[in-house]
């Protein structure tokens, strides 16, 4: 089976533990079958393998998260990069060309395209099965799954069915509607669209060449930020006369929001943090290295990170967005290919942050314009290459490289190091990237 997870979005709705590089997928707010915490993508990533050990798995994604993706699911997965946010049927479009041009799967091969967080259990890939074997059937030329729906909710759009069989033609499809409207579009046995759907790869590589002129994988990355900016429903489904929908009864959900991802954490609390015996109904997340004591409180929603502290009632979270909008703050976590580093400070002129590395991982070779650094060993033994010298380095060593100095570090165990930098002009843009030293 060949998949195409899409992982895009940015991390608005669970401020403030997710930011513009951490999306929600990248939480580790799960408990993994080993006991360990593991994140939405992680998990889903699992239960792939765990269904198909050999499906062809690749992930669209932009830029930004790549180096989290490594980091949490390993160097050799396989991405279809977007060099801009484009929506989904650019990303759809390139992902498909890039199975058929450079993973040289065959035209009239299937492939299931779903997103990569959805909060669902086995049956659900099982399904992912089901909906394959559809498309290779060639009845239509378009299988969408159809999610029965638990509730009259307004964050879905709808697919309305022309049978109430398991697989049936599609009548209609409706938009994100009122609770009201929504409340009627399921007792006309309307099911969620929840974004998944298989197709041959011709299908969707013509449709790309009717919409872009090419379906050329090398073609479409070249000219991609001039791509038309359109969802897959617009472009594709809801213009498709011949297209069906395989009911899915199971759960899924999407964990968009803190007060739906609350009801899928197993504990009340990670992180430091202290409820006494009269809260209620309370979800309490610490990143933080100082404690959060929480008393009398019911009903709400309380996470802190190195961006900032949410306090906020269950249901009014939902409504979190438009003031995260007005929030303007550097990125105090990220977790790299490498590794990960944490800002624990921001001065003028100064900005110190600790970096962790993982045992035979190192940084790019680089330098940059406008600031002097200065790296302390905390912990762990490493290399250090300045301006092509190499050195051994443990804890308690300091290394200062002025502006202008190529620099790099190689971690031979688990490494810590704090890095302090100076200068008038600290960016994350003031950085040259050169060939490692060989």
């Known amino acids: 089976m060949n998949i195409i997870l899409l992982s895009g979005g940015s991390g608005k709705r669970l401020w403030p533990l997710s930011n513009d590089i951490r999306s929600k997928q990248f939480l580790k707010l799960f408990q993994a079958p080993d006991g360990t915490m593991e994140s939405m ?23 930004a998260q790549i180096s989290s993706l490594r980091n949490q699911l390993g160097e050799d997965i396989d ?14 479009a390139l992902a498909t060309a890039y199975l058929h041009h450079i993973k040289e799967v065959p035209a009239e091969e299937t492939v ?4 990569v967080d959805p909060y669902v259990e086995e ?17 239509a030329n378009l299988v969408l799954m159809g999610i029965e729906p638990t509730y009259p909710s307004e964050k879905y759009g709808y697919i309305i069915p022309q049978d109430k ?5 599609v009548s209609t499809f409706k938009e994100k509607p009122d609770v009201a409207t929504a409340r009627r579009y399921i007792n006309q046995g309307a099911l969620w669209n929840g974004g998944v759907f298989a197709y041959r790869l011709s299908y969707v590589l013509d449709r790309a060449k009717e919409m872009f ?31 069906q929908v395989l009911r899915f009864v199971g759960q899924w959900k999407d964990l968009g929001t803190w007060n739906t991802l609350a009801e899928e954490i197993a504990e009340p609390t990670l992180g430091n943090v202290i409820l006494d015996n009269t809260c209620q109904n309370v979800t309490a997340i610490n990143e933080l290295n100082i404690p959060i004591l929480c008393m009398g409180v019911k009903n709400a929603v309380v996470a802190a990170s190195g961006d900032g502290i949410l306090i906020s009632d269950r249901d009014r979270s939902s409504y979190i967005k438009p003031y995260v909008d007005q929030i303007i703050s550097p990125v105090m976590f990220a977790e790299k290919s490498w590794g990960s580093f944490t800002v624990l400070d921001v001065q003028d002129g100064s900005m110190t942050i600790r970096i962790r590395l993982r045992q035979g991982s190192h940084i790019n070779y680089h330098s940059h314009d406008h600031r002097d650094e200065v790296w302390t060993i905390v912990s762990g033994q490493g290399r250090t290459i300045v301006d092509g010298m190499e050195q051994p ?28 930098q ?17």
């Not at 991405?79 to 929506?87: A, T, V």
Request: hydrophobic content about 35%.
């Open 41 to 63: 993508v992680q998990r889903v990533y699992r239960q792939i393998r765990s269904v198909d050990r050999q499906a062809s798995v690749v992930i669209a994604t932009g830029k």
């Open 79 to 92: 991405i279809s990069l977007e060099p801009c946010r484009r929506d989904t049927f650019p990303a759809i």
């Open 112 to 115: 299931v395209v779903c997103p």
């Open 123 to 139: 049956d659900y890939f099982l399904k992912l099965r089901e909906l394959d074997l559809q498309a290779r059937k060639g009845e």
């Open 165 to 169: 069989g398991e697989v049936s033609a």
């Open 213 to 243: 002129g090419t379906s050329d994988y090398d073609e479409l990355f070249a000219k991609y930020e001039s791509l038309t900016k359109i969802s897959f429903d617009y472009a594709v489904a809801e213009k498709e006369p011949n297209i």
């Open 393 to 420: 380095v443990s804890p308690g060593d300091v290394i200062t490289m002025q502006a202008g100095c190529r620099h790099t570090i190689l971690a031979d165990t688990e490494l810590t190091v704090i890095e302090v």
């Open 422 to 438: 100076l200068g008038e002009e600290i960016s994350v843009h003031d950085k040259h990237k050169f060939p490692f030293p060989s």
